[in-house]
């Protein structure tokens, strides 16, 4: 099979089922053809001679050409739904695109791993107190602290969450929509 035909029938695809823009599919025509050059210097396509290896060296190279995270974290979405196309036509096994590496988002990247002692010990002393502000700044601590609870899980506690007779905390978790007792 030829880098063209491949391509002609991956635009198809591309408009066809996924219904991708012309520049949307030129970015993936562009990708998939880098790939299918790196892997098949002479331009004649033979899918028993490919391996993931070759997908993870192809990325590697590109991502030393691409500096840009956002640009890395495009050419890797692409490059596995190309996986995916590949797979679902038989050239491949299923499943390579999920074995491609993940690039960590540093959304809070600014903020520090851990609270030093200094900072623990300031949290305590903002909590002492016998007003009921205090009462509730200790209990937030504590869940956070103890139980590692997130800011979200927190505020959708409900009294009826609280098992008192066995000291367990019904969790409803935000961040993958699932519950956990703890």
Known sequence: TSIPELLRRFDRHLLSVRGLARNTRALHRHI????LRFCFPGSQVTWGDLRFSDCVA?????????????????????????LRYLAQEGCITKGWEAALPKIPTYRFASLPRRLSEKQ?????RACQGNKRR??????LLLLCLRLGL???EIANLRLEDIDWRNGCLR????????????
């Open 32 to 35: 998939f053809c880098r790939l």
């Open 58 to 82: 192809f990325l590697k190279k590109e991502f030393a050409r691409l500096s840009s995270r956002e640009t890395q974290k495009v050419w890797l979405m692409v490059l596995r739904s190309v």
């Open 120 to 124: 623990l010990e300031d949290l305590e």
């Open 134 to 139: 205090h009462q509730r700044y200790r209990a």
């Open 150 to 152: 997130r800011g979200g």
């Open 171 to 182: 969790i409803r978790s935000t961040k993958n929509h699932r519950e956990r007792v703890l």
